[in-house]
């Protein structure tokens, strides 16, 4: 959008144009750039989310179906151009410190076609991915109140007993994210000890985060 309205029509060619984390970006983002460039390149991941508002309508206003356009209807600019060029995929992984982070994307997503490196602490209790079955745990309203408890406590032990490293939580929904908070918030009520663990978190540069998935 910013090319659009910085750069006149016409005044300016780039040479190479490379659009980056493309599932994420929307096509009526991505076209001001691409109208000026010679070539352009884009790179992302099919498997990856769309744009984060892709509850949205793309085609605003009354327009019949068949009158809109492909890009109008693309989720990013990743799935317009997909039908349109070559693919290749860049199979090296290396941003996971422990192998579980990937493993059940690289088997279920790409076909077990990744190139992960081996992790030195696979065999850690600090690392990777845990299962952790909440037995009385159950959807009612889009709430889970029980898994919102457990999630609660664990984040309470973790900023008391590790009270230097970044946590992060991610709920399914908006409302279970609201439930997870609202138990963090009813613990620290009741236990001064916690109450005191969350604030020393808030100063810190990456405090403490819950957040829905599609944040």
Known sequence: KSVAQYLPAGKLEFDLVIIDEASQVKPQDALGSIARGKQFIV??????????????????????????????QSESVLSA??????MRRLRWHYRS??????????????????????????????????????????????RNIEEARVI????????????????GVVAMSAKQREQIDRAIEELAKDDPQVQEALEKNQTLNESLFIKNLEN
């Open 81 to 86: 151009a997909a039908p349109l060029f070559p």
């Open 97 to 142: 410190q422990h192998e579980g982070l990937i493993a059940f994307s690289n088997h279920s997503f790409y076909d077990s076609n990744l190139v992960v490196f081996p992790s030195p602490h696979n065999d850690s209790p600090d690392f990777g991915v845990k299962f952790h079955r909440v037995h009385r745990g159950r959807f009612i309203n889009q």
């Open 43 to 72: 790179v992302g991941d099919p498997k990856q989310l769309p744009p984060t508002s892709f509850f949205d309508r793309m085609a605003e206003g009354d327009e019949d179906e068949e009158e809109v356009t492909g890009i109008q």
């Open 152 to 167: 609660a406590q664990s984040v309470t032990e973790h900023l008391l007993q590790s009270p230097d490293e970044s946590l």
